[in-house]
């Protein structure tokens, strides 16, 4: 943390000193942009472009060859992933699967873990779940023939913009609750849970617990396993860099594997089956092994490829050394913020305790949709979250110090001349 007063002089001499300055060179960066997007979609690595054509040369030169020859075959491709993810999540390798999508693993997990008995059949969500964790549990509430509007039950929102911790706390209380699901930090918001805590607190309470790290996997550390954590899903499109739509993550804590280590799956399929018997087409079915039982059919290989590649640079650099790039960055912008939005009616939507908040910094403004909009007029990339939040997201691994300054004097002088009005009117789906 520095305590200067925010200036490009200071943003150019922390450059200057970042250890991580290096890994920008491995990256795409689009000519001409500031790219303020890693939590939405992180931008492509030279090593993941790599691991991607890698199996496209193979495709090509072997056909079906791929799947058991070469150095990655992509028969067990998740399986050597899932080693190298466990540890960017504080997992054994069997506790982790590459597969499907995190909405998909949401619905497994769902339907591997959520058991209503007599009494104890409630959810627990916060207020300020993502959309999708709330779709795919009244969805599946509905398959088993039960009513969302009873079987929900959302914490309070909290009297301030954040989650309040001390209510999570008192809900999970609930004798009634079979699960809960957190997300590790808020979409909008950028707050960080303490993960910890409320793990520990479910588990105390009997309650399933199970996080939403969408946010969170790739920019700092976890530790599922110390925190007791039953189950976890992630994508690695995002501060993981491997790709729009790329394979997504799960953990399920080995408390769930039967004494033999097979996992039974909610939602089974061929793949869900012991790898060595899977060839046996038998009607017998045979559990999968861990987590990767979780996996349901063929594995998306064009859209998994990457992965391999784009935690290479995740991996050289260290969580612990992204993590505390990431801290310097949100602060640096918050700082900015500070000295030069704050008279200009912005306010900062982000908790400024560095243990309290991700990757992102929110920036609140009454026009935040049309200044998003020419922000990326002008080259800056940030996104807008619904009612008034303009998100910005520097990755540690290829953004500056300077990029940061840079966008927010972008910002200003949007701000100062109200150049936004122009976009007042302009129709986008997602900006
Ligand atoms: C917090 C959170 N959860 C879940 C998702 C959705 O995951 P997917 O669309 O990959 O299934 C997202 C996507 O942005 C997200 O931000």
């Known amino acids: 943390m520095n305590h200067s007063h925010p200036s490009r002089e200071l943003a150019q001499r922390l450059d200057t000193t970042d250890e991580l300055a290096q890994f920008r060179a491995r990256f795409f960066v689009p000519e001409g942009q500031i790219y303020l997007d890693g939590n939405s979609l992180g931008l492509l690595s030279r090593d993941a472009e790599r691991t991607l054509l890698a199996v496209l040369d193979r495709w090509r030169a072997t056909g079906i060859g791929g799947w058991l020859g070469g150095d990655s075959p992509w028969f067990t491709m998740a399986e050597s992933l899932s080693a190298r993810v466990a540890k960017l999540v504080g997992a054994e390798a069997d506790e982790v699967a590459i597969a499907n999508s995190m909405t998909i693993n949401l619905h497994q997990l769902l339907c591997t873990l959520y058991q209503p008995k007599a009494g104890r059949t409630k959810v627990l969500i916060d207020a300020h779940s993502f959309p999708t964790d709330r779709y795919a549990l009244r969805s599946h509430l509905q398959l088993r023939g ?65 996080l939403d790290m969408s946010h969170s996997v790739g920019v700092m550390p976890h530790a599922l396993d110390d925190w007791g954590a039953d189950f976890a899903g992630w994508g690695h499109y995002k501060w993981l860099n491997s790709g729009p739509g790329s394979v997504a993550g799960l953990y399920l804590n080995r408390r769930h594997f039967d004494d033999e280590g097979m996992v039974h799956a909610g939602l089974a399929g061929w793949w869900s089956v012991h790898k060595e018997s899977m060839f046996e087409m038998s009607d017998e079915f045979f559990p999968g092994l861990g987590a990767s039982a979780l996996q349901i059919g063929t594995p998306a290989v064009l859209s998994m490829a990457p992965i391999d590649g784009a935690l290479r640079p995740i991996e050289e650099a260290g969580l612990e050394r992204i993590r505390a790039k990431s801290l310097a960055m949100t602060e640096f912008l918050m700082q900015i913020a500070d000295a030069e939005l704050a008279p200009l009616g912005f306010q900062i939507g982000t908790p400024r305790d560095a243990k309290r908040r991700g990757g992102h910094v929110s920036l609140q403004h009454e026009n935040a949709q049309p200044m998003s909009l020419a922000l990326r007029a002008r080259g800056v990339v940030p996104d807008f979250r619904k009612p008034d939040v303009i998100r910005l997201a520097p990755s540690p691994l290829y953004n500056t110090f300077s990029e940061c300054w840079d966008a927010l004097q972008a910002l200003k002088e949007i701000a100062v001349t109200r150049a936004y009005e122009e976009f007042a009117a302009t129709p986008s789906l997602v900006t």
Do not use: K, W
């Open 146 to 210: 039960l009513d969302p509007n009873e079987e929900i039950v959302i914490a309070p929102a909290g009297a301030s913009r954040f989650l309040d911790e001390d209510e999570l706390v008192d809900a999970l209380a609930n004798p009634e609750l079979q699960m809960a699901l957190f997300p590790s930090i808020v979409y909008t918001t950028g707050q960080l849970l303490d993960l910890e805590r409320l793990c520990r607190v479910a588990r105390e309470n009997g309650v399933i617990v199970g």
